[in-house]
């Protein structure tokens, strides 16, 4: 992550127009998704701390990187916090995409209790997989 398209000071302080068109220019000349959905974060932060014009910002960008992008460490990391850009059904979908269910076999054992007689040794009988 060393190479930033902005500073902090310009992520903060920039005007919404200028950062739309600049995060835009940005994904589709790099489309590198981490530092992008990084920076849409970032602009989820500044909308909280009270700049109205950042709400729901870029979101046909962020549902363009959930639903066409490479998934990635980032993007499941961020995941959760874009909740409110898509609807409960392709949210569903999304989070289907994110995380998909692990499939994996397992070796099914049979457990079998086994009898101690009374010198403490296991009887002949019992098995254990």
């Not at 979101?59 to 990635?72: G, I, P, Q």
């Not at 959760?80 to 692990?102: K, L, V």
Request: net charge negative; aromatic share 14%; charged share 25%.
């Amino acid at each position: 992550m060393t190479d930033l398209p902005f500073t902090q000071y310009q992520v903060f302080h920039l005007k919404a127009k200028t950062l739309r068109e600049q995060i835009s220019a940005y994904y589709q000349e790099t489309h590198n998704s981490s530092v992008t959905i990084q920076l849409l974060l970032a602009m989820k932060i500044r909308n909280q701390l009270g700049e109205q014009d950042f709400e729901l910002f870029l979101k046909d960008l962020v549902r363009h990187l959930f639903s066409k992008a490479t998934v990635n460490r980032a993007l499941r990391r961020y995941f959760y916090f874009f909740s409110e850009y898509f609807e409960e059904t392709e949210w569903e979908m999304m989070t289907a995409r994110c995380f998909p269910p692990a499939y994996g076999s397992t070796d099914l054992m049979e457990v079998v209790q086994a009898t101690i007689t009374e010198n403490g040794t296991e009887s002949e009988d019992s098995e254990s997989s």
